[in-house]
């Protein structure tokens, strides 16, 4: 399994950008996908992740903001981030599991993408 995380950059503190993770095994029906961040000195925390079937789960601090999803067709998954804040800046993180659910703990996910930067000015 291959990942590949873009679509970071450097964006205002309100402004949007939209990660994109491209999943190299579209077909596999076991496989949940999530996003984590991570911060200079900071540990790696779940964001985001969405099952097989769809099903999607969030972080606190970024329910109502962020949303994740899937194109089917293509498997690859996209995290759409609004009204971004300075404390959203990091290394954001695509990963995946061989099961259809998510968690949010980052040790459950054996397929990791390299990070793609997200910077928030404010």
């Known amino acids: 399994v291959q990942l590949q995380a873009f679509g970071g950059g450097l964006v205002e503190a309100g402004g949007s950008l939209r990660l994109n993770c491209a999943v190299s095994?579209?077909?596999?029906?076991?496989?949940?996908v999530a996003w984590f961040r991570q911060a200079p000195g900071k540990e790696r925390t779940f964001v985001s992740g969405?099952?097989?079937?769809?099903?999607?789960r969030y972080a606190d601090d970024v329910k109502d903001r962020f949303t994740i999803s899937r194109d089917t067709t293509t498997g690859t998954v996209y995290l759409q981030m609004n009204r971004l804040k300075p404390e959203d800046t990091a290394v954001y993180y695509c990963?995946?599991?061989?099961?259809?659910?998510?968690?949010?703990?980052?040790?459950?996910?054996?397929?990791w993408g390299q990070g793609t930067q997200v910077t928030v000015s404010s």
């Open positions: 095994t579209r077909s596999d029906p076991n496989r949940a």
């Open positions: 969405i099952d097989w079937f769809g099903a999607t």
């Open positions: 990963a995946s599991r061989k099961v259809s659910s998510t968690s949010t703990y980052r040790g459950d996910y054996a397929y």
